[in-house]
């Protein structure tokens, strides 16, 4: 199960972004990453070709069998690490 906050539905909407993006990025990383200032927090990211290939990053956590989304925007300085796949 997928969770918003209420933060990361103001996003949502604020950035023009589609649930459904997220979604995708969260079910099929292109790469992940845990995030470097709070261990229990993790990074997706997937390029969007909606939207012309932007990256987009989706910071969640889980939480038992849910995934509550924190946050999410348009990367333009995420790089896929090299050799990395996800």
Same mark, same amino acid.
């Given at each position: 199960?997928?969770r ?12 023009? #972004? ?18 470097p ?10 390029? #969007? ?13 889980? #939480?038992?069998?849910?995934?509550? #989304? ?17």
């Amino acid at each position: 199960m997928i969770r918003f906050t209420a933060h990361a539905e103001a996003m949502l909407t604020e950035r023009g #972004i589609e649930r459904t993006w997220v979604e995708r990025v969260l079910a099929s990383p292109q790469w992940h990453e845990p995030d470097p200032n709070d261990p229990a927090l993790k990074r997706a990211f997937g390029a #969007i070709s909606e939207a012309g290939g932007k990256i987009l990053r989706v910071v969640y956590t889980d #939480i038992g069998t849910e995934s509550r #989304i924190v946050t999410v925007f348009f990367d333009a300085r995420a790089k896929r690490p090299e050799g990395k796949r996800t």
